[in-house]
């Protein structure tokens, strides 16, 4: 499986952003879909996961209430909705495949390129 994500880009603080994972390859392997974040000079950090196949998701304590993440199977991808942003949610994003719902990085692997958020206040 490889994964792209896409759709980062410089937005004011309170405004919006939809990041997409978009998968190819053997699709039919995929059971879970994380969203992490590296800002500059910090380490990796979960922000969101989804089943592949059902709706089940779990968030950061951090981006609770302003991210959502949803799935469109016909576009085999996945979507980070990001709300409310603020300057702390400013990163490079990744997604990654994983085999359970879980926000433990190294349960995590095959990484996609990242894109980046800048949140400016």
């Known amino acids: 499986v490889q994964l792209q994500a896409s759709g980062g880009g410089l937005v004011q603080a309170g405004g919006s952003l939809r990041l997409s994972c978009s998968a190819s390859g053997r699709i039919f392997s995929i059971h879970i879909i994380g969203w992490f974040r590296q800002a500059p000079g910090k380490e990796r950090e979960f922000v969101a996961a989804t089943r592949w196949s059902r709706v089940s998701t779990i968030f950061a304590d951090s981006v609770k209430g302003r991210f959502t993440i949803s799935r469109d199977s016909a576009k085999n991808t996945v979507y980070l909705q990001m709300n409310s942003l603020k300057p702390e949610d400013t990163a490079v994003y990744y997604c990654?495949?994983?085999?359970?719902?879980?926000?433990?990085?190294?349960?995590?692997?095959?990484w996609g390129q990242g894109t980046q958020v800048t949140v400016s206040s």
């Open positions: 990654a495949k994983a085999n359970d719902l879980t926000s433990v990085e190294r349960e995590y692997y095959q």
